[in-house]
């Protein structure tokens, strides 16, 4: 079975600051990884997606995450954001060849002028 | 990719009633799954709903509780039955049209309060 874990529940940054919002999961087998982001009163929307090759993945609106295999972690970056980036942010693992999302407990991103 | 709408999108409804969810897709996808995210929680997967076949649930829900229709490839319906407050949440559908590597779409969600 699959496990994640986001470490900060609520992370609150200054304009044009860079943000890491930290995401650990557990699994016994190859897994791909994804960040959803869900703004107020609004579905989720994916952000990004690691399958495999390159461990940097970028996605939309200029956020970035990078797979560590060995410290088993998947964190989402941002070097500068704004106010419009203001949401919940889910990190969220599926097995390789299943069809099941497992997310982790979300992380609300503050973003303070 | 796929855009997904849901009805309805809030309701507030009478404990011990039943409210039936629609979730439509504009194009044909085999699977489709339903999640609850209860207040200030993350997502957790009711069922995962395929086409011609009976709805296969997580362990902690039940049919009888959350009863699924799919009847075709672009449709499907949850519905929350005997209602109590404990089943105020936002209802989510989501689908996986790549199949493969669990890239899933999400609609908007049903906010469900119950009285």
């Known amino acids: 079975a699959q496990s994640v874990t986001q470490l900060d529940s609520q992370v609150p940054v200054f304009e044009e600051a860079p943000v890491e919002l930290r995401c650990n999961y557990s699994?016994?087998?190859?897994?791909?990884l994804f960040w959803y982001v869900q703004y107020p009163n609004q579905g989720l929307q994916l952000l990004l997606k690691y399958l495999s090759g390159s461990t940097l993945v970028k996605g939309i609106n200029g956020f970035e995450a990078e797979f560590n295999k060995s410290q088993t972690s998947f964190h989402l970056r941002k070097p500068s954001v704004h106010i419009s980036d203001t949401a919940e942010y889910f990190c969220a693992v599926s097995a390789k060849g299943a069809q099941k999302l497992v997310f982790g407990q979300g992380t609300r991103l503050t973003i303070n002028p | 990719s796929a855009v997904i709408s849901q009805k309805p999108s809030r309701d507030i409804c009478q404990r011990g009633t039943s409210l039936t969810i629609q979730c439509q897709v504009d194009?044909?996808?085999?699977?489709m799954f339903w999640y609850r995210q209860q207040p200030g929680q993350s997502l957790t997967l009711i069922a995962t709903a395929n086409q011609g076949s009976e709805a296969t649930y997580e362990s902690g829900f039940v049919i009888d509780k959350f009863p699924i229709s799919r009847p075709n490839l672009t449709f499907s319906t949850l519905t929350v039955s005997n209602m109590s407050p404990e089943d105020s949440s936002i209802y989510l559908c989501?689908?996986?049209?790549?199949?493969?590597?669990?890239?899933?779409?999400f609609g908007p969600g049903t906010r469900l309060t119950v009285l």
């Open positions: 989501s689908v996986a049209p790549g199949g493969l590597y669990n890239e899933q779409f």
């Open positions: 194009s044909q996808v085999t699977m």
């Open positions: 699994s016994s087998v190859s897994v791909y």
